[in-house]
Protein backbone atom coordinates (compact mmCIF):
# COMPACT_ATOMS: atom_id res chain seq x y z
CA UNK A 1 0.00 0.00 0.00
CA UNK A 2 1.27 3.49 -1.20
CA UNK A 3 1.27 6.51 1.62
CA UNK A 4 0.59 10.19 0.12
CA UNK A 5 3.41 12.10 2.05
CA UNK A 6 3.47 15.84 2.34
CA UNK A 7 7.78 16.40 2.33
CA UNK A 8 9.51 20.14 2.95
CA UNK A 9 12.95 20.63 4.13
CA UNK A 10 15.07 23.59 5.28
CA UNK A 11 18.38 23.76 4.02
CA UNK A 12 21.35 25.71 4.88
CA UNK A 13 23.65 25.58 2.44
CA UNK A 14 23.23 25.62 -1.18
CA UNK A 15 25.12 22.63 -2.81
CA UNK A 16 23.44 20.68 0.19
CA UNK A 17 19.62 22.38 -0.82
CA UNK A 18 20.85 21.06 -4.78
CA UNK A 19 21.43 17.84 -3.28
CA UNK A 20 18.35 17.26 -1.74
CA UNK A 21 16.24 18.60 -4.55
CA UNK A 22 17.97 16.21 -6.82
CA UNK A 23 17.19 13.42 -4.54
CA UNK A 24 13.47 14.53 -3.77
CA UNK A 25 12.52 14.97 -7.80
CA UNK A 26 13.38 10.99 -7.83
CA UNK A 27 10.69 10.22 -5.30
CA UNK A 28 7.79 12.46 -5.49
CA UNK A 29 6.33 15.62 -7.36
CA UNK A 30 7.36 19.88 -6.46
CA UNK A 31 4.22 21.71 -5.51
CA UNK A 32 6.41 24.40 -4.13
CA UNK A 33 9.90 25.46 -3.45
CA UNK A 34 11.11 22.67 -1.04
CA UNK A 35 7.78 21.12 -1.24
CA UNK A 36 6.83 17.74 -2.27
CA UNK A 37 4.00 15.50 -2.71
CA UNK A 38 5.65 11.68 -2.90
CA UNK A 39 3.16 8.57 -2.75
CA UNK A 40 5.75 5.84 -1.02
CA UNK A 41 5.60 2.52 0.06
CA UNK A 42 7.28 1.78 3.12
CA UNK A 43 10.21 0.52 1.24
CA UNK A 44 10.47 3.98 -0.34
CA UNK A 45 9.96 6.15 2.35
CA UNK A 46 13.32 4.44 3.81
CA UNK A 47 15.13 4.57 0.80
CA UNK A 48 14.11 8.25 0.59
CA UNK A 49 15.03 8.94 4.45
CA UNK A 50 18.55 6.64 3.79
CA UNK A 51 19.08 8.71 0.91
CA UNK A 52 18.69 12.07 3.00
CA UNK A 53 20.74 11.11 5.75
CA UNK A 54 23.59 10.96 4.09
CA UNK A 55 22.95 14.48 2.22
CA UNK A 56 21.98 16.89 5.47
CA UNK A 57 23.12 18.39 8.06
CA UNK A 58 21.96 17.41 11.19
CA UNK A 59 22.10 20.25 13.18
CA UNK A 60 21.75 22.89 10.77
CA UNK A 61 19.18 21.71 8.52
CA UNK A 62 15.56 20.22 8.23
CA UNK A 63 13.43 17.69 6.39
CA UNK A 64 9.69 16.99 7.29
CA UNK A 65 7.49 14.07 6.77
CA UNK A 66 3.55 14.29 6.98
CA UNK A 67 1.60 11.77 6.95
CA UNK A 68 -1.62 12.53 4.33
CA UNK A 69 -3.25 8.95 4.46
CA UNK A 70 -3.49 6.28 1.37
CA UNK A 71 -2.57 7.47 -1.92
CA UNK A 72 -5.86 6.75 -3.03
CA UNK A 73 -8.20 7.86 -0.34
CA UNK A 74 -6.97 11.93 -0.44
CA UNK A 75 -7.62 13.28 -3.92
CA UNK A 76 -7.19 16.59 -4.97
CA UNK A 77 -9.20 17.75 -2.39
CA UNK A 78 -6.79 17.35 0.05
CA UNK A 79 -5.27 20.40 -1.79
CA UNK A 80 -7.12 23.91 -1.77
CA UNK A 81 -4.61 26.72 -3.59
CA UNK A 82 -4.70 30.69 -3.47
CA UNK A 83 -3.10 32.17 -7.09
CA UNK A 84 -1.56 29.74 -9.36
CA UNK A 85 -2.83 25.83 -9.26
CA UNK A 86 -0.48 23.39 -9.70
CA UNK A 87 -1.44 19.66 -10.82
CA UNK A 88 -1.68 17.60 -8.09
CA UNK A 89 0.51 14.21 -8.40
CA UNK A 90 -1.03 11.23 -9.02
CA UNK A 91 -4.30 13.24 -10.26
CA UNK A 92 -3.24 13.66 -14.09
CA UNK A 93 -5.73 12.58 -16.57
CA UNK A 94 -4.27 9.30 -18.58
CA UNK A 95 -2.13 9.49 -21.69
CA UNK A 96 -3.40 6.83 -24.27
CA UNK A 97 -0.79 6.14 -26.81
Not at 13 to 28: A, C, T, Y
Not at 41 to 59: A, N
Request: aromatic share 10%.
Amino acid sequence: MRTRYLVAYDISNDRRLRQVFKIMNGFGDAIQYSVFVCDLSEVEKWKLKDRLVDVIHHREDRVVFVNLGPSGARGVDSFEYLGRQVAVPGERAATIV
